[in-house]
C-alpha cells in the first residue's frame, strides 16, 4: 500500500476563497483523523471518522470548517470561507483498529493570504 | 478523559551523549502509547508503540520506551545521539473516549543535537 496520501500538498488561496483538502486513507483502515498543525497550538485533533460516519468533530474550529468521508477510500476537510488565520499545516491519518498506530500522510501547507 | 504532557519543549544534547524525552499520561483505560517522529517539514513517522506487552519497548533508529504504569510515564531513551535524531519527538496516548479509541498528542519536543 502507498500509505495515506494527501492532496495537494501546499496550497495557497487567498482570503474569502474555499479550500478542500483530500485525503485517501489505507485500505482496509476503518478509523480517519483530521489534524492541525500550527507553532501556537501543536497537533489538534479536528474530526473522526469510524467506518466512514463522523464521531467526534468537537475540534473543528468553526461552521467554516465541514469534513465528509463519502467511502472507505476517501475524505475530504473543506474550509469556506478561508482566512489567514487557517493558514497551517493539515493531516489526514488512519488506522486499522482502535488502540492501534495512526498513519500518516505527508500533510497539506495551507496558506491563506 | 486522556491527556499526554511533555516535560520539556526542547531538549538540546550533544552527539553521542544519551537522549531522553519525558512523557507523562493520563487516561481512564489502559491505554496505547506511541512515539512519533517528525522531521522538518515531513509528515509524522512511527517511532515505537506500547499495546500493553512488554514494558520496555524497542524501537527504531535505537529508541526505546518504557511503560511505567505507577508513575504514569512513557520517556523515550537513545543511549547515542546522532545529528539525523534532530527533530520534533510527539509522545501520543490513544484510550477510549467516547466508546471510540482517539489518539491524543503531546506539545512535542524539539531535539536539537549539537556536533
Known amino acids: 500500500d502507498a500509505g495515506v496520501i494527501q492532496s495537494p500538498r501546499h496550497e495557497v488561496t487567498e482570503m474569502g476563497q474555499e479550500v478542500t483538502l483530500r485525503c485517501k486513507p489505507i485500505?482496509?483502515?476503518?478509523?480517519l483523523f483530521w489534524y492541525r498543525q500550527t507553532m501556537m497550538r501543536g497537533l489538534e485533533l479536528l474530526i473522526y471518522?469510524?467506518?466512514?460516519?463522523?464521531?467526534?468533530d468537537s475540534g473543528m474550529p468553526e461552521d467554516r470548517f465541514s469534513a465528509k468521508m463519502p467511502n472507505a477510500s476517501f475524505s475530504t476537510l473543506k474550509i469556506q470561507p478561508s482566512e489567514p488565520r487557517d493558514s497551517a499545516v493539515y493531516f489526514c491519518?488512519?488506522?486499522?483498529?482502535?488502540?492501534?498506530?495512526?498513519?500518516f500522510g505527508q500533510g497539506t501547507r495551507l496558506t491563506v493570504v | 478523559a486522556q491527556s499526554v504532557t511533555q516535560l520539556d519543549s526542547h531538549v538540546s544534547v550533544s552527539e553521542g551523549t544519551p537522549v531522553l524525552l519525558r512523557c507523562n499520561y493520563s487516561?481512564?483505560?489502559?491505554?496505547?502509547l506511541f512515539w512519533y517522529v517528525q522531521h522538518p517539514n515531513k509528515g509524522l513517522q512511527l517511532l515505537l508503540k506500547?499495546?500493553?506487552?512488554?514494558?520496555l519497548v524497542k524501537g527504531i533508529n535505537g529508541f526505546e520506551a518504557e511503560f511505567k504504569k505507577s508513575e504514569t510515564s512513557f520517556h523515550l531513551t537513545k543511549p547515542s545521539a546522532h545529528m539525523s535524531d534532530a527533530a520534533e519527538y510527539f509522545c501520543?496516548?490513544?484510550?477510549?473516549?467516547?466508546?471510540?479509541?482517539?489518539?491524543?498528542f503531546g506539545r512535542g519536543t524539539s531535539l536539537i543535537v549539537h556536533p
Open positions: 501520543v496516548v490513544s484510550g477510549v473516549s467516547g466508546g471510540s479509541y482517539i489518539p491524543t
Open positions: 491519518a488512519s488506522s486499522s483498529r482502535g488502540g492501534t498506530e495512526a498513519f
Open positions: 506500547y499495546t500493553s506487552a512488554a514494558t
Open positions: 485500505s482496509g483502515h476503518d478509523y
Open positions: 487516561s481512564s483505560y489502559s491505554p496505547s
Open positions: 471518522f469510524n467506518n466512514n460516519v463522523p464521531i467526534d
